[in-house]
Structure formats: structure tokens, C-alpha cells
């Protein structure tokens, strides 16, 4: 019986003692009869040869976003592509689904947990934020703290959801990812909008609105993303930056914030929040330092997402409708960052002009203003949305 040694050895190597605990029943040729005992039936190129033979269909995850990335590839080769070929090999091939175990692997082959999820899904990408997490600043000074996969991060408010224990495949189900959708449940599928909130009695609101434009109560914003260049690695000693996934480069940002985000209209016209994806600027060092170009501006585009921090309370009326800045229409009288004379290409990172949304667009400045009159109708709610807020105050002060 020697030779099963081998045999059992390839399942432990390949799929981890997790994943035999979890299919106790089977024998380990039923993973491993296609191509011999050392083929990886959860890799991605194993299709329907692996783990998709049981589970059918879910090979179609790798055709789709997680697996192809293709709206990522798309923008590096239209901005930093230009100047390095070989740019996303360097610096953004190390979240690519290379098989089934990337999710699967610490869970004993069931659901992922949200940790799970968060290996990729961290930094300034989608779900990082979900715990409360947000990116600190680049600088090696401000990596202090506790760390999660080698990532140290500010403290937030977490979504209300992950408080209350829901995790990532609660609305993002294995069957909606491999079909290439980005969920399985939105908001009302499981909340009925309550009429006893203002908001909620305002139709405009319930129609042209996603419910995370106002439950959304922070977002990680990155302004101003920079890519350093160096041919001399002695070149890094002058800076003091948290070393990336390439040798050959180092990336910061001109500002993070993480408050309210700005708001736009996404790819179904509703409004929504938006964000940088990314307002991208190259440096090769070695140029620079030669009198060469520095901080070439390469795209400035937004993206319309949802970020996951809802919470059941809402922004004043004022946070929307009185103020430009959220939609980009930042008056020259609140403008507190002087971007010209930094020579980053653009007046200011909250005005629309030279910028564009990927998924969708920013909100026209007619519709804007038509939204910002303060009619009968607006007055009134408004009015009682604050005489509700202070009955609230009252009530809560009580001992």
C-alpha cells in the first residue's frame, strides 16, 4: 500500500487538511482523477475537470470581474501603460483569482468568511470599509497600529450589517458572482422603507436615489494617486513610503479623507456615490531629478459605487441640497487647495471640468440647481425633519 503515501501527501499539499475535514466521504481520486494525482482541481484552468464537477456552473466565476479584471487592465493601459508597458504585471497582478482556494482555503471549504473576502477586498478597494477599516496615509510614520494581513488601517464606524453579523455571501451569493452580477440582494429585497421617515414620503427620493446616497456614512477617498518610478533603487532612501507589491515602485496620494463621499449619477441614472478611481499621476524619479517631467497627470476618472457603511440615520437635507461641493461644483469662495500652483493639472479635485465618472456621470448643473430651490415643499419637510431631530434630543437626554 506505499502508494497511496504519494496519494495522500498531493491532497494535503494541494487542498489543505480543511478541505479533506470537509469532505470526509470522499476519496481523494475524486478531486484528482483528471490529469493524475498532482493536478489542482481548484485551479481556475481546471474548469469543469475540478471542482466544478460537483460544483456546476461556478467555473463561470473566473469569466467574470474577480477573475478578468478587465476594467482594471483597461484603465492602467490608458494611463500608466503609456509609459510602462509592463506596469500591471509590477504593481496589480497579485488580487487575480488563480483558483478556488483563494476564497475557500481557510473556511474548510464552506462560505467564506468576511476575512476571507477581505484578503483582496482591503486598502482603498471595496470592503476594507465594511469592518470599519480605512487606509492610513502612505508614510511609514503613520503605519502603527494593529495590522490584519500586514495592513495597518484607521478605526471607523463599521457597517451596520457586519455589526450585526451578516457576512460578504449574505448579499453577494456564489450563484450571482458566477453569473457575473455584482449582488444577489439589494436593500429592499430585505428593508421596506418606513413612511414615518420624511425622506422616505419624498418620491424623488424612493425613485432617482440608491438607499446608500444617504446611509453611506463615510467612505475612504483617495485624491490624487502617485506612482514614483525608480530605475536606482539607492533612489528610495529619500523616501520614507510603505513598500508596494513591485520593487520598482512606490505609491502615495496628495489627500485620503474618509467623510461623507461626493455624489453622482451611476450606469441605472439613479444618484449614488461616487469616488476617485483614480485621479492618476506618474513620476519616473530618475527623470525628474534630471529636470525631467514630474507628477504627469495621466486620468482623472470617478467611479459610482456603494460604499458598505450604512447605518440607519441619514444626512441633514443640507448635506445634499445646499451643498455644490458633494456634486462637484465647488465654488472658487470654498476652494482651500490651490492644486494650479502645486501643478497637478486640475483646479480642484471637486470641480467637474476635466474629470469624468467611468460608470456613469456626474449630475448636470441644471438638475443641480433645480434640486437646491427652496420651494414650499422642501421648507416644510425641512422643518419638520429638525422639529423630529430636537424631539429625539429630548427624548434621548432623558435620564
Known sequence: MRWMIPVIVACYLAIGHNAIAAHPIMECASCHRQGGIASDPASR????????SCHKGYERVFDHAMGQRTGERQFVQRSYGRFDSDFWGKNCSSCHLKGCLDCHSDSALSKPTVAACQRCHNGYYTGWEYAGRAPREDNMRYQRGFAINGETFLKMLPDVHYSLGMTCGACHSMSSLAEGKKFSKGCRDCHKPSQKIIEHRIQAHMQRMECYACHSAWAPQEYGTFFLRFRDQKQKEDFDLKPGQSAEYLRSAYLKKQDAPPLGINA?????????????????????????????????????????????????????????????????????YDLNKDGMGVESFWLQKGQRVSNGSFMDEARYLQMSRKTPAYTKAYVEKWKNILKHGEHSSRP
Not at 45 to 52: E, H, P, Q, T, V
Not at 293 to 310: C, D, G, I, K, Q
Open 45 to 52: 484552468y481546471s474548469r469543469k475537470n475540478g471542482c466544478a
Open 268 to 336: 441605472s441614472g439613479k444618484i449614488s456615490p461616487i469616488r476617485p478611481m483614480f485621479i492618476a499621476y506618474y513620476t519616473d524619479i530618475m527623470q525628474a531629478r534630471n529636470n525631467g517631467p514630474e507628477n504627469t497627470l495621466l486620468a482623472s476618472e470617478w467611479r459610482a459605487y456603494f460604499p458598505h457603511t450604512v447605518q440607519r440615520g441619514s444626512v441633514i437635507c443640507e448635506g445634499c441640497h445646499d451643498n455644490p461641493t458633494r456634486f462637484l461644483f465647488e465654488p472658487h469662495s470654498r476652494q482651500i
